[in-house]
């Protein structure tokens, strides 16, 4: 992370901190202390270690303790924490990792190894024990699968499952199969998850089945808390995640040694707390009522709001306005697309198209409830409703009266478009 995020971190999710007494932080920072304690007298199960990877790629002891620092603020802990985080992070080659692939394109491996320079997200991810990677490892066949067997029998008990996909369960789940031996990808999760300490569903599909769960549905495929039980699941959707959230959980997991505080489906808060819309770079333009309202125009062109152009930030729970991607570069809506919804469930059926949920002629969830997609727990499903309301009603009250603008210079070529400031509505139109 730049310093820019680290300051959007502090700024926005720091707050947390301040609400704890001294004591409540003294007593919370040896609880890590004696678990990194722990951690620390581990056996190095990877080759790498972070100190060497930041020489070789030139990244300054400043550059990692600047990126502590606004890891520290994502998880929401206050200041005094940054040590632990980064030590926390230096100890990330003591973790076993058995990452495996379902119904998916391969988008949250990818996120990790496709950037024009390392990140310290993407070098942690070097320092991690890969125990499997059936995209990543240079074994095949048999070879690889003896790799997974024998990785799953050492480390029971200890090792952090990745479920990266879609699980079919239509034909017995002979609509995927894995590895050399043909066994189902639904076998798969539910042997390996019986020995894990954590699973993490990575991304959309593993979250909830994404778009292989899409309607009709052909493969009958679900998300792995549908397939999981007894051990403990760490749902990080969006298409694709983002490292950042992926590296910050297994930072938490060596921390405390359990999974950090989670939604009603299964999301870190500390990550899936907040509305994209309530950090998003153009809600000043929504405040006002200056909205895109067709492609290219001069409102597109001038950063105005997109939701009347379908950006469904007021119903998704996410942080990807604050830590972005492509190395930190960007996100959909800072480069004039709006929010499709990725990290709520069923998002390619009811939010991923684009027109505006004050569309009544669109079927969704959200014209009746306004807020069926919030999940972030049960008091937020009721919350995001009054949201979502108060989200139409400012949309259509911004156009009926009068606050709905356009620049003041229009393209003559847009017959559609007022050539004033502010649009005016006259009775009968």
């Known amino acids: 992370m730049d310093l820019d995020r680290r300051s959007l971190f502090s ?74 985080v980064a030590e926390a992070a230096s100890l990330l080659n003591r973790v076993p990792v058995i990452w495996i692939e379902g119904q998916d394109c391969a988008g949250n491996s990818e996120a990790f190894i496709r950037s024009a320079g390392p990140t310290v997200e993407e070098l942690l991810f070097q320092t991690i024990s890969l125990e499997y990677h059936e995209t990543l490892m240079a074994a095949a066949g048999f070879q690889s699968e003896l790799r997974k067997q024998t990785a799953a029998q050492m480390y029971k008990g200890k090792y952090v499952l990745v479920v990266e996909g879609a699980i079919p369960q239509g034909e017995s789940g002979a609509y995927c199969t894995i590895g050399a031996a043909g066994q189902t990808f639904y076998q798969e999760v539910q042997q390996l998850s019986a020995g894990a300490a954590l699973v993490i569903g990575a991304g959309a599909c593993a979250y ?54 989670l939604d009603s489906t299964g999301r870190p808060i500390w990550a899936f707390g907040n509305l994209i819309h309530n950090n998003c770079e153009r809600r000043a333009h929504f405040d006002a009522g200056e909205y895109v309202q067709q492609w290219g125009d001069l409102g597109a062109q ?63 969830p959200g014209i009746a409830g306004l807020g069926v997609e919030a999940g972030a727990d049960k008091f937020g499903l009721g919350l995001l409703a009054v949201v979502g309301v108060g989200i139409v009603a400012h949309a259509i009250a911004s156009a009926a009266g009068g606050r709905e603008k356009v620049p003041a210079a229009v393209s003559s070529s847009n017959t559609d478009a007022p050539s004033g400031g502010t649009t005016e509505k006259k009775e009968g139109e």
């Open 11 to 84: 700024g926005a999710l720091r707050h947390r901190g301040s609400q704890q007494s001294d004591a409540e932080q003294l007593a919370l920072k040896q609880k890590y202390q004696a678990r990194l304690k722990e951690v620390e007298a581990m056996e190095p199960l990877s080759g790498l270690s972070l100190p060497t990877l930041l020489v070789e790629h030139r990244l300054s002891r400043r550059n990692f303790m600047m990126w502590a620092s606004a890891m520290t603020a994502a998880l929401m802990l206050p200041p005094i924490f940054e040590k632990q």
């Open 208 to 261: 909830y089945g994404g778009i292989p769960k899409a309607y009709p549905n052909p493969t009958n495929a679900v998300g792995v808390s549908s397939v999981v039980s007894g051990t403990p699941v760490i749902n990080i959707p969006a298409c694709p995640m983002n490292p950042i959230n992926f590296v910050g959980t297994l930072i938490h997991y060596i921390l405390t040694g359990a999974a950090p505080a």
């Open 302 to 364: 001038n950063n105005f709001c997109l939701y009347k152009m379908g950006c469904k930030g007021p119903f998704t729970y996410n942080n990807c306005s604050i830590v972005r991607y492509n190395e930190g570069t960007n996100w959909p809506i800072g480069v004039g697309h709006g929010c499709i919804g990725c990290s709520q469930p069923e998002f390619w059926d009811t939010l991923a198209y684009e027109r505006p949920m004050i569309d009544a002629n669109i079927h969704a």
